[in-house]
């Protein structure tokens, strides 16, 4: 411990001690950090990007091994950076400091042990679910991996077999319980050691605002969306009342989880066909269509990086191509959960993906380009401000454009002949909001259970009721049977084992909005904003660009302004662009229950 300065001498030079920090030596410290901490990066990057496409035992050590190595450097600069903090500094190097403080995820403690043994679980966690699969009755012969999983909850109708696969996928978590807890504990560990009450306090404080206001601010954006997401989901359970019956959907409590067409209830896109507004159909089948066309994987992705080339981005590197993962391999296992990389944190852009040819991969795929543009048009910032804004700007970006996937957009690509004429818009805002409303209260339900368990509201020895009560608090959705503690339910969730904060998400669904209206006015669209396109609109491609180029160099605040013209995240701009819809569903719930 530093022995305390003789108050006389503290009065008298405070600003000149011997040894007092000054702003020279926070720009030396800063420089060479960052110089670090690319390398590790990079290091930590190419191990996981080899363990993800190669799950082996081998692969998930090396990848524990050199993340824990960059998370240890991570904290022992976020340490060493408080040296700094009462000192006057340039606005790049107090930002960067910051930064240096509160980016990390899972912060190690000082123990080594205790480092060690969090990199070697979280790698294992992620590994288990990679290679998970559920074996109908315990025949290895017969056994589903989440890709066959998805396509049985998106496309079957048959009750029975949903409820199997459901129980079945949710059977891959239990085992996985007892690490997940353990990370949290030593995680918590370090985030003290930062000086944070836990895990969930360093998340919250990511956001350039006081982390209660941030969790503010989540409660504020959900109560705008909610009105609208409750109409939905009545139309929902009325609709599959109709479709399997009284005694499986009730008249005003929750929707079964395993009936949306989504394992996790999370997106009901899939249900379109049971739920189209009769008249208002738009008459074609993305999906289908790219059936048809006998579109492979790689072609489905020439068309996601044709719309941004459309813009006025460049193309995307040789090396995209040659190292990108696009198809499921049959000889191993892999993380087939969707991600883009950029493993040099300059032009070493990949995606690492399983392609199924559907409307959603084909909706994932701009996702993912949107994260390797973005990483791109901000590699000439200095490292620590290659990121986005915040991170729900980074999951925004590729949602955006996706929002420009309309049918005068497929016109264009020749996948149908003529748009539908706008009587039949209803139908196509409903399939819309079937993704992007049915999302919301699930966007912001995981982290809300994560924030309890990491602070120690939520014990593990009540990890599934949290989980269910959180589910039927926001989603309306209930689990099918009874599920008690034996479960794991949220470990079946690829974010949860594998460590990836969520809420960016929740933030991306409101952000995406905004973003495509702002977008849309600079490429002059006159039309209502659910059909305007900004394909090949270079106004519109430089106005993003400009905001994607500053990578987290400002406050997110001064990003959203610059790209939307405002500084605060807003809800209306989804009720505004579904409010046709929401107009409609409200006429069809009369005299119906509405919420659970
Ligand atoms: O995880 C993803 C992306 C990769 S960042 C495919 N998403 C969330 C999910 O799948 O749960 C995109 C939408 C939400
Ligand atoms: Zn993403």
Redesign the pocket.
């Known amino acids: 411990m530093k022995h305390p300065a003789p108050l006389l001498a503290l009065l008298l030079f405070t600003s000149c001690r011997p040894g007092a920090p000054t702003a020279e030596e926070a720009r030396r410290f800063v420089d060479a950090a960052e110089a670090d901490l690319l390398t590790r990066a990079n290091e930590s990057s190419q191990a996981a990007w080899v363990a993800a496409n190669f799950i082996t035992q081998d692969t998930e050590a090396l990848a524990a091994k050199a993340n824990e190595r960059a998370i240890i450097a991570g904290v022992r600069y976020a340490k060493e950076a408080v040296r700094f903090d009462n000192v006057q500094l340039p606005e790049d190097l107090a930002r960067k400091l910051k930064l240096l403080k509160l980016a990390l995820v899972l912060p190690a403690p000082a123990d080594p042990k205790e480092a060690a043994e969090m990199t070697r679980l979280a790698a294992a966690l992620e590994g288990a679910y990679g290679k998970a699969k559920y074996c109908p009755g315990g025949d290895p012969a017969k056994c589903l991996n989440i890709d066959d999983i998805t396509k049985i909850m998106a496309t079957s109708r048959d009750p029975k077999q949903l409820l199997d696969v459901w129980n079945g996928w949710h059977s891959i978590a239990p085992p996985m319980k007892k690490d997940f807890a353990r990370v949290v504990e030593i995680a918590n560990k370090g985030a003290k050691e930062l000086g944070f009450a836990d895990t969930g306090a360093l998340w919250r404080s990511q956001y350039d605002m006081a982390p209660d206001d941030f969790s503010k601010e989540l409660d504020r954006l959900w109560e705008q969306v909610k009105p609208l997401y409750t109409q939905l989901h009545a139309y929902a359970r009325w609709k599959l009342r109709e479709k399997y019956g009284k005694d499986a959907v009730p008249e005003s409590g929750p929707i079964p989880a395993h009936l949306m067409g989504n394992l996790w209830a ?1 997106q009901w896109d899939n249900l379109y066909p049971l739920l189209a507004p009769a008249g208002a159909d738009p008459g074609y089948d993305l999906t289908a269509i790219l059936k048809q066309r006998h579109t492979g994987a790689l072609q489905m992705v020439r068309y996601g990086e044709g719309f941004f080339t459309s813009l006025g981005f460049a193309p995307l590197p040789p090396t995209f191509w040659e190292r990108s993962l696009f198809t499921r391999p049959r000889d191993r296992d892999v993380v087939c ?3 883009a990389w950029d493993v040099d944190n300059v032009n070493d852009l990949r995606i690492k993906m399983c392609i199924d040819i559907t409307a959603d991969d084909f909706n ?1 795929i701009h ?2 380009l949107g994260h390797n543009f973005y990483q791109r048009a901000y590699n000439r910032q200095p490292f620590l401000f290659r990121n986005s804004a915040n991170d729900g700007f980074h ?1 925004a970006v590729g949602d955006t454009i996706a929002l420009s996937i309309t049918p005068a957009y497929l016109v264009k690509l020749g996948f149908i002949r003529k748009a539908p004429d706008p009587s039949k818009d209803l139908g196509l805002l409903l399939g819309r909001a079937l993704d992007k409303v049915a999302f919301l209260p699930f966007g912001l339900l995981i982290d809300q259970w994560r924030w309890k368990v990491f602070s120690g509201q939520v014990t593990p020895e009540q990890y599934n009721k949290a989980w269910w009560e959180l589910r039927l608090k926001y989603q309306g959705i209930a689990p099918p049977s009874a599920r008690g503690e034996e479960f794991f339910d949220p470990g079946a969730k ?2 949860v084992p594998a460590n990836v904060p969520y809420t960016r ?1 929740f933030l991306a669904d409101i952000l995406q909005f905004q973003f495509h209206k702002a977008l849309s006015e600079t490429a002059g669209c006159q039309d209502p904003v659910h059909r305007c396109s900004i394909y090949q609109n270079k106004e519109a491609g430089a106005r993003l660009n400009s905001t994607l180029e500053m990578g987290q160099s400002k406050p997110w605040q001064d990003a959203l302004e610059k790209l939307a013209g405002t500084r605060q995240m807003d809800g209306m701009a989804v009720r505004a662009y579904f409010k046709p819809l929401e107009d409609w569903l409200i006429e069809q719930n009369k005299g119906k229950a509405v919420g659970w």
Do not use: G, N
């Open positions: 999370q959960h969707a991600s994932t996702h993912e999951e690829y974010h998400y």
